[in-house]
């Protein structure tokens, strides 16, 4: 059989041959690519990390309360005030951006609409209220009950072996506990995870009576403050501790008697009946601040890095100068014959309520940026950015900063 010969077809004039060119490597496309590829690993590489410490914040449940603290709508209200009577207001606390308030018998949450987002009922006796943006740790101080609240559910309802003496809640929500020991110490800490599992680190302490606890923003580390009797003197210590490494660095304050601990501004701040004292996270750099014989009449701590303080010259309260300090406790303003404070918060300003009017100054400089008249029942207050909320026997009320008069 005869092989087919090869034909080629040659283009008419209506038509245009195609011919394909290669595109040559140059050095500089291959130096261009290598590149590109190298910030993609890179890229990867680094999100693996991100997603591998942050491997805890990326469960579905974590996920749902981060979308409902930042995204979640939850209706529009009736309005401020809102109506407590036949309840006692324990406590006001901003979370996330909504209003929480611990009564007597219940945790509510409301938005800045006066919608509800929580109400629930708790069984504490004497309960005190800890929050971060996206979960509320409510315990019961000198009880062994303490539960954590979420804006959908109640997510852990507890009972400790010893009463509990402190607690607080770091804002990636670990629990930091305190409570009596049976272990011929005076108290002890556990620390629990996101998911309120133990974790392992324990700390006891044999020296002192812890009467606080902060826990560190990050969750790697806490504050204690605890009070001590030498002599006949009372005298006060602050135990920073490091979750990683059980590492406790201690400051002795003498001749002071420590209420309450905070995390500030990247700084540990602790507030005392005649002093102050601001300390780095890893308990160095001790600052102290003195009243120099004044009253403590109040006080306030801000998260950004602060501290107000109301000081008296008399024993029953009745006039006092507000001082304002930074992190460090340098003195930035102060305000002379205030009148008797009843109560302060401290957020990027400082809101004050005395017997007549509430007023809202801004730290650097003192200048009043707004005052209004309140009520007689008035009792405490929260400020909230541009958003100021009184408490009295029967209402929780809103101001608009930006709306008060001079």
Not at 203 to 214: H, N, Y
Request: net charge negative.
């Amino acid at each position: 059989m005869p092989k087919p010969q090869k034909t080629t077809k040659k283009p008419s004039d209506g038509e245009h041959k195609t011919v394909a060119f290669k595109r040559k490597s140059t050095p500089m496309r291959k130096m261009v690519k290598a590149a590109v590829w190298t910030v993609v690993i890179l890229l990867l590489v680094t999100g693996g990390l991100w997603a591998y410490s942050n491997r805890d914040n990326l469960t579905p449940d974590r996920i749902s309360e981060w979308f409902d603290t930042h995204f979640a709508s939850y209706g529009t209200g009736d309005g401020f005030p809102v109506d407590a009577a036949g309840s006692t207001v324990k406590q006001l606390a901003s979370m996330g951006g909504d209003v929480a308030f611990l009564t007597d018998s219940s945790f509510e949450l409301l938005n800045q609409t006066a919608s509800s987002i929580v109400n629930r009922q708790h069984n504490c006796t004497t309960p005190a209220l800890r929050v971060s943006d996206t979960r509320a740790l409510i315990y019961d101080r000198g009880g062994s009950n303490w539960r954590v609240e979420n804006r959908r559910r109640t997510l852990v309802d507890k009972e400790e072996e010893y009463k509990i003496i402190a607690a607080d809640i770091s804002e990636n929500d670990q629990i930091v506990m305190v409570t009596q020991s049976g272990n011929g110490y005076l108290s002890e800490m556990r620390v629990y995870d996101q998911n309120f599992e133990e974790k392992q680190f324990n700390w006891s302490s044999a020296e002192g009576q812890v009467v606080d606890v902060a826990a560190r923003p990050d969750g790697k580390g806490a504050a204690a403050v605890s009070l001590t009797v030498e002599g006949g003197q009372m005298n006060s210590l602050v135990d920073v501790l490091d979750f990683s490494s059980g590492k406790a660095t201690p400051q002795k304050l003498e001749g002071v008697l420590l209420l309450t601990v905070e995390y500030s501004g990247g700084r540990i701040l602790a507030v005392g009946d005649s002093q102050c004292v601001s300390l780095a996270q890893d308990g160095s750099d001790l600052k102290t601040y003195s009243y120099d014989g004044k009253y403590l009449a109040g006080y306030s701590i801000s998260p950004n890095g602060g501290v107000a303080l109301a000081l008296s010259d008399h024993e029953d309260l009745r006039d006092s100068t507000l001082v304002l300090l930074d992190g460090s406790l340098q003195e930035e303003s102060h305000q002379n014959h205030v009148g008797r404070v009843r109560a302060l918060s401290y957020d990027e300003n400082v809101a004050m309520l005395t017997n007549s009017s509430v007023t809202v100054i801004r730290p650097l400089d003192g200048q009043i940026l707004g005052r209004q008249s309140t009520s007689s029942g008035a009792q405490d207050i929260l400020l909230q950015g541009n958003t100021l909320y009184v408490q009295d026997a029967d209402h929780l009320n809103q101001i608009d900063v930006n709306q008060m008069g001079q």
